[in-house]
């Protein structure tokens, strides 16, 4: 092996071996603690490595004793009550015998699960946490012994930093999907928008496919600019991971790429002021060691300022010819190039001090022989602690060529496969025994043909170890760069992530046969309501003819000649016990017949996918109005009808939401007054909100929540229903990406709203 080749390698495993005998002699002195961080997403997702390496940082300058723990909830790919249970259940048994001193939150999803389930599976436990979207105080009613760090993206800072750096560009297209995060992204920048004093056009690229947006993107001029947000899921439903798609947008595009979160900083993205998860777990873990050294939680004020910094990339400011001096202030600039101080001072200083001692050696060197003898055993000494650090490490590392020869290896990957380092070291990396499994080889082949071109590849292998045991691994090969920023070696890295492996097959089993039980209920539930309709309809028959032979025996006894008491004694049984009884039958056998109905078309909603679409909300709530025309003369009452926005979804379903809302407001209306229906609909930011509005008999305050339940009825002794009809249009409003609450008061009156997208 070159060492001169490999300054930057030496000087990180020196400073790892004197960081480890450093901590070795305090280890004893201080009490371990212990800090679990909760992470919404996966590993391997740049912004939850990013608040990983955060967190580190601040770590790294403390407590070595800290004993850290990490869950990743993997939630970009799964979600639902059944997934969180499930994860429940883990946490509960994994750390209910554990003492936690810290738990750190990272992103909503990880923050709803530990307000849902913080008494039960984490109680008395400090909480930090971070990556939490345009945060607000209302958020943690109700909950103490908590504090943390607010996300908030800036696109009015990167809208302005463009109109600095570029004041000549006349229209911005802004890169963002469809998701949650993107719509509220999409309105932030509709909001600067709208106070902008520039004339400068904005185009928003979001409801189309990634490769409709790349052929956009390949024809913009030198006047145009791009916002890249995000881009994880397009129209067509295709998924990406964000790099991939940035990826895809970046090599299509002529002018430069700004943004608004760092995913993409050494990728292609120029820049602007960005959203940081290195930066949000460096605050966490800040705050972390507050609570540590003593403080409360409750006594560390939540950072409500989002700590985003302004960030650009050198190498995409050369390539577009953008000038320095144009960023603003206080601006980070990555990959700027650098003196060999600034590059390495360690190994420079390191260098100056090799070349005095060598010239005092070669002074000694000239009276006796015997000091070179020395300076060479001191050498092969320190090549010694190199190599013995090199092997200790349980990374598999080794060192390509630019064709993929070895040419260094560790003793780590050579004992996984039961090799020699001769047998390895002169071998193409593809061809040796780590890859020689399934198509593993071909795929590494071409990960190290894209590594030699400059690029990251992480590919993931299955291998059978040579004692018959089967692992999955990550590998990872990078590029080298020397100091004229060309490649001039490549480095591997191969990590064990069989445990990880092991637990999404499990995981990814366990939600299919959640499916296919969902699949079998719904069957059960179709084959029991619609076989059970006839029986109900053959008794409603025999109901019917009991109901024409009480009504003949009725009439015979009326002409028949007998003892007058006893005719009296059998019509009064006739007309009021059995007349009663055939009444209760018939009335039952209608609401069993309406229930049935209701739980077949309650099933089929899941197999329904909606056709989504703009809508005319208003033509479609006004045709509903004249249906009920005649039933609002004949009760008196007033229906006031706003003009209503449009919004997005399946007209027939969003038709029966407004049907069964307006029908519930003419059932609950307090007789005792005139009653009033009010209906109206504003736009908020990328949604719309619509409100039917009556002056009924109103809902107590512990009945609000479950009114939305199946089978739940308000009244069930002076109303009909069946208890089915909110719980449906609860279901539609879900399949159509809205949602429906309340605002109630006991004898005044109900609020019913809808939320759509626009």
């Not at 593993?440 to 299955?462: C, L, P, Q, T």
């Not at 691994?473 to 191969?494: C, S």
Request: charged share 30%; aromatic share 10%.
């Amino acid at each position: 092996m070159d060492f001169r080749k490999t300054p930057n390698v030496i000087s990180f495993l020196i400073c790892i071996f004197l960081l480890n005998t450093f901590s070795a002699n305090y280890a004893e002195e201080i009490e371990s603690k212990n800090i679990l961080i909760l992470h919404s997403y996966h590993q391997g997702y740049k912004w939850t490595d990013d608040i990983v390496s955060g967190i580190r940082s601040v770590f790294a300058k403390t407590d070595p004793e800290f004993i850290v723990h990490s869950e990743f909830m993997d939630t970009k790919k799964n979600l639902g009550e059944d997934y969180y249970k499930l994860l429940y259940d883990l946490y509960q048994k994994k750390y209910a015998n554990q003492k936690i001193d810290v738990l750190i939150v990272a992103d909503n999803n990880a923050l709803d699960f530990l307000l849902d389930n913080r008494e039960t599976c984490f109680p008395k436990i400090p909480v930090v946490f971070c990556g939490i979207n345009d945060f607000k105080n209302q958020d943690l009613k109700g909950n103490t012994n908590i504090t943390g760090v607010n996300e908030q993206s800036d696109p009015a800072g990167t809208i302005n930093a463009i109109l600095k750096i570029q004041p000549a560009v006349k229209k911005i297209h802004v890169i963002t999907d469809n998701s949650k995060t993107g719509r509220r992204t999409k309105a932030q920048i509709l909001d600067v928008v709208r106070n902008l004093k520039a004339k400068v056009k904005f185009k928003y690229l979001d409801r189309l496919s990634l490769f409709e947006i790349r052929d956009s993107l390949k024809s913009l001029s030198e006047d145009d600019v791009v916002i890249y947000t995000h881009f994880n899921r397009d129209i067509k439903e295709n998924v990406f991971e964000n790099y991939q798609s940035f990826s895809i947008l970046r090599n299509a595009s002529k002018v430069p790429i700004y943004g608004i979160w760092d995913f993409n900083m050494n990728q292609g993205l120029i820049g602007g002021l960005l959203t940081s998860g290195f930066y949000q777990g460096q605050k966490a873990a800040e705050i972390t060691m507050g609570i540590l050294n003593g403080k409360k939680a409750d006594d560390i004020p939540i950072v409500l300022k989002s700590p985003n910094v302004m960030m650009f990339d050198y190498n995409e400011l050369e390539r577009f010819n953008i000038d320095e001096s144009t960023l603003p202030e206080n601006s980070i600039l990555i990959n700027e190039p650098k003196t060999i101080y600034d590059e390495n001072p360690a190994f420079l200083i390191t260098v100056i001090i090799a070349f005095l001692i060598l010239s005092i050696v070669i002074v000694i060197l000239t009276l006796n022989i015997t000091k070179r003898k020395i300076a060479e055993a001191a050498k092969k000494e320190s090549e010694t602690k190199f190599k013995a650090i090199f092997d200790q490490t349980f990374v598999f590392v080794g060192l390509l060529d630019l064709k993929g020869v070895i040419y260094e290896v560790n003793k780590t990957a050579l004992e996984f496969i039961d090799k020699k380092y001769k047998e390895i070291v002169g071998n193409n990396f593809w061809e040796t025994d780590w890859f020689t499994y399934g198509n593993s080889d071909e795929k590494v082949h071409n990960a190290v043909i894209s590594a030699a071109s400059g690029n990251y590849e992480r590919i993931e292998i299955e291998k059978k170890s040579y004692v018959g045991d089967t692992h999955y691994f990550e590998v990872l090969i990078k590029p080298v760069f020397d100091e004229n920023k060309e490649i001039n070696m490549l480095l591997a890295e191969g990590r064990d992530i069989t445990i990880r492996k092991k637990a999404e097959q499990e995981r990814n089993k366990l939600t299919n046969e959640i499916i296919q039980k969902n699949k079998e209920l719904e069957q059960i539930v179709y084959i029991t309501s619609h076989d059970l309709r006839t029986p109900l309809v053959n008794i409603q028959g025999f109901g019917r003819e009991l109901i024409d032979s009480y009504n003949e025996i009725n009439d015979i006894i009326s002409e028949i000649e007998c003892n007058q008491e006893n005719k009296r004694k059998f019509l009064e049984i006739l007309n009021t016990d059995v007349r009663e009884s055939l009444s209760f039958i018939e009335k039952n056998i209608k609401r069993m017949d309406k229930l049935f109905s209701g739980i077949l078309l309650y099933s089929r909603l899941d197999k329904e996918k909606p056709n989504l679409k703009n809508m005319d909300v208003s033509n479609i709530v006004k045709k509903i109005i004249r249906d009920y025309d005649k039933v609002f003369t004949e009760k008196n009452i007033g229906v006031y009808l706003a003009e209503l926005p449009d919004a997005y979804g399946d007209e027939s379903q969003i038709q029966h939401v407004f049907k069964y809302l307006i029908d519930n407001a003419i059932k609950y209306l307090d007789k005792s007054r005139v009653g009033n229906i009010k209906i109206t609909g504003e736009t908020r930011h990328s949604d719309v909100v619509y409100c039917i509005e009556d002056n009924g008999i109103g809902i107590d305050e512990n009945q609000i929540d479950k009114i939305f339940n199946m089978f739940y009825r308000l009244n069930p002794d002076l109303t009909q229903g069946e208890g089915i009809g909110l719980a449906m249009v609860s279901k539609i409003l879900a399949k159509n990406n809205g949602e429906i609450w309340v605002e109630s008061e006991k004898n005044k009156g109900s609020r019913f709203f809808v939320k759509l997208s626009l």
